[in-house]
């Protein structure tokens, strides 16, 4: 009996594990399941996570087969139980199968519910894109056609000015046509009155030169000597040609011709001429020649440095307006202080323009130049390639003029010149070759001018610099520098009186010496 209830015992506390084990397994499962309310993927997840929790926990070998009992029922009721969790897992695995494919179709269901909205959205997009387009498109659209509208205007006011400018050319070609008729008729009417310049008698001439007296005589000009007298009570000039002078007569009617058609105010003016006796009369030049103002003859005070730098500027218009003479050149080629003559106010003037040569234009800014075949008579002043190769050009009358500045602010003679100056500036003695007689030297402006010269006097045509583009310029600067000094002393002698109002003024006046462009000059010689 004993025996029996030890026996009955081990079965209660095996069977209730065994079954109860099976049976918490299931109320665990459906309790979950329950609870989960089948939430999707996640739900099952946690399913096969809880099963797997409660093998651990009641393992399969917790069962009857671990307890060997003899009872039959036990293991009838053992092999229920496993059927039982057989069935119900067969129904979980069908239930989560039909689970997976509800979540397939709910997700493909929403996904065919979202795809009309997402057209929608697609279509309003493309419907802005369209517009956004259409709105660019009559944009451009707008912009051609103002630009479309600019290009007719455009094109209808480039008509009407070509048309205006045709109408103008055919009415400037006629003006041009009649003003050249009338040229052509003033023209013909001097060559036939040939009153281009008053003609005077020889015994006109002799009266007034008292039958060329020396008393007269003021100078040799390169034809021969020159007279100072009057001529209907105006101071004039004679020029009277020598009998022995080589080719004199023909180089005589050339200066005639030429300078009865040249009117510049720094060009000595044509009066009149005696043609039968090789005489001409320029107007009179009181204060004599540059030369005899540096060299200060006659005892006459110095030229100041503002008078020299106007002086210079007055020489560069001058022979400017010779190197722009159309339809040819004139080149000087015997440019010296000499030949520049002074007027009361120290006004200068070239003269004796009646040596120059007619170069043609094609050749006259070229090295090969229009031959000549005699050489001017200062030797100093002559183009070095004018020397070697007899070749005349513009920049021949440049080297002259380079030379003669180095003269207008050093008074010196133009022997070796260059050399000197070029010798002072490298060791630094600039300064001591100026003209002692000016003692209040602009030194850097000086210097200026000093390398300005230097550049004319190269012996290379070549490396001589343009004299309206170069020269010109930097001689009107110091023009107007002289214009703003003008209240310096009027002469620089050590010992002269102060200038009063009246000689301030009339420099003033002189400093503002009219110049006028080539046309005027055109104008006024027709």
């Known amino acids: 009996m004993a025996d029996h209830m030890d026996r009955s015992r081990h079965w209660i506390q095996t069977y209730p594990l065994s079954v109860l084990a099976g049976q918490a397994s299931i109320k665990c499962f459906l309790h979950y399941m329950t609870a989960s309310k089948w939430a999707g993927p996640t739900s099952f997840e946690s399913l096969h996570h809880e099963r797997n929790s409660v093998d651990m926990i009641y393992p399969p070998d917790f069962s009857v087969v671990s307890h060997d009992s003899d009872i039959p029922s036990s293991l009838q009721a053992m092999d229920e139980v496993e059927a039982e969790m057989r069935r119900l897992k067969q129904e979980l695995k069908q239930t989560m199968d039909m689970y997976s494919t509800a979540c397939k179709e709910a997700l493909t269901a929403k996904q065919k519910a979202n795809e009309p909205q997402r057209r929608k959205m697609e279509e309003?997009?493309?419907?802005?894109?369209?517009?956004?387009?259409?709105?660019?498109?009559?944009?451009?659209?707008?912009?051609?056609?103002?630009?479309?509208?600019?290009?007719?205007?455009?094109?209808?006011?480039?008509?009407?000015?070509?048309?205006?400018?045709?109408?103008?050319?055919?009415?400037?070609?006629?003006?041009?046509?009649?003003?050249?008729?009338?040229?052509?008729?003033?023209?013909?009417?001097?060559?036939?009155?040939?009153?281009?310049?008053?003609?005077?008698?020889?015994?006109?001439?002799?009266?007034a030169t008292i039958f060329f007296s020396e008393s007269r005589k003021i100078g040799e000009g390169g034809y021969g000597p020159e007279y100072k007298c009057d001529l209907n009570?105006?101071?004039?000039?004679?020029?009277?040609?020598?009998?022995?002078?080589?080719?004199?007569?023909?180089?005589?009617?050339?200066?005639?011709?030429?300078?009865?058609?040249?009117?510049?105010?720094?060009?000595?003016?044509?009066?009149?001429?005696?043609?039968?006796?090789?005489?001409?009369?320029?107007?009179?030049?009181?204060?004599?020649?540059?030369?005899?103002r540096l060299l200060q003859r006659g005892n006459t005070p110095p030229l100041s440095w503002q008078h020299r730098f106007r002086i210079a500027s007055e020489i560069c218009t001058g022979l400017l307006f010779l190197h722009q003479t159309k339809p040819e050149p004139l080149v000087h080629r015997d440019l010296k202080p000499a030949n520049i003559l002074l007027h009361r106010n120290y006004g200068s003037k070239i003269s004796d323009v009646g040596l120059a040569r007619l170069v043609p234009p094609s050749v006259a800014g070229n090295v090969t130049q229009y031959r000549m075949t005699s050489t001017a008579r200062t030797?100093?002043?002559?183009?070095?390639?004018?020397?070697?190769?007899?070749?005349?050009?513009?920049?021949?009358?440049?080297?002259?003029?380079?030379?003669?500045f180095l003269q207008i602010i050093t008074a010196k003679p133009p022997m070796g010149l260059t050399h000197h100056v070029e010798r002072a500036i490298e060791k630094g003695t600039f300064a001591e070759m100026l003209d002692p007689a000016v003692p209040d030297w602009p030194v850097e402006d000086a210097l200026c001018f000093a390398k300005m010269a230097l550049k004319c006097g190269e012996l290379r045509r070549k490396d001589r610099p343009d004299l309206g583009k170069v020269v010109m310029p930097e001689l009107d600067r110091l023009r107007k520098l002289a214009e703003e000094n003008i209240s310096h002393t009027m002469f620089s002698s050590s010992d002269g009186p102060s200038p009063n109002h009246s000689q301030v003024s009339m420099f003033q006046d002189e400093l503002s010496y009219p110049t006028f462009s080539q046309s005027e000059y055109d104008n006024k010689s027709l």
């Open 124 to 207: 309003q997009r493309r419907l802005e894109e369209a517009r956004l387009a259409e709105e660019a498109a009559l944009a451009i659209a707008e912009k051609e056609k103002a630009k479309s509208k600019a290009a007719i205007e455009a094109a209808e006011a480039a008509q009407r000015i070509a048309e205006l400018e045709a109408q103008n050319r055919i009415n400037a070609e006629m003006k041009a046509l009649k003003e050249t008729e009338e040229k052509n008729k003033v023209l013909n009417t001097l060559a036939k009155s040939d009153v281009r310049y008053r003609k005077y008698t020889i015994e006109e001439i002799e009266a």
């Open 233 to 292: 009570h105006t101071p004039v000039a004679v020029k009277v040609l020598r009998p022995d002078a080589a080719q004199g007569r023909s180089q005589f009617q050339q200066e005639v011709e030429i300078l009865s058609c040249i009117r510049h105010p720094n060009m000595v003016l044509l009066l009149e001429a005696c043609p039968e006796y090789g005489c001409i009369v320029n107007e009179y030049m009181s204060n004599g020649s540059l030369e005899d």
């Open 379 to 404: 030797f100093c002043y002559i183009d070095p390639e004018y020397q070697q190769t007899g070749m005349l050009g513009i920049k021949s009358d440049i080297y002259s003029l380079g030379i003669m």
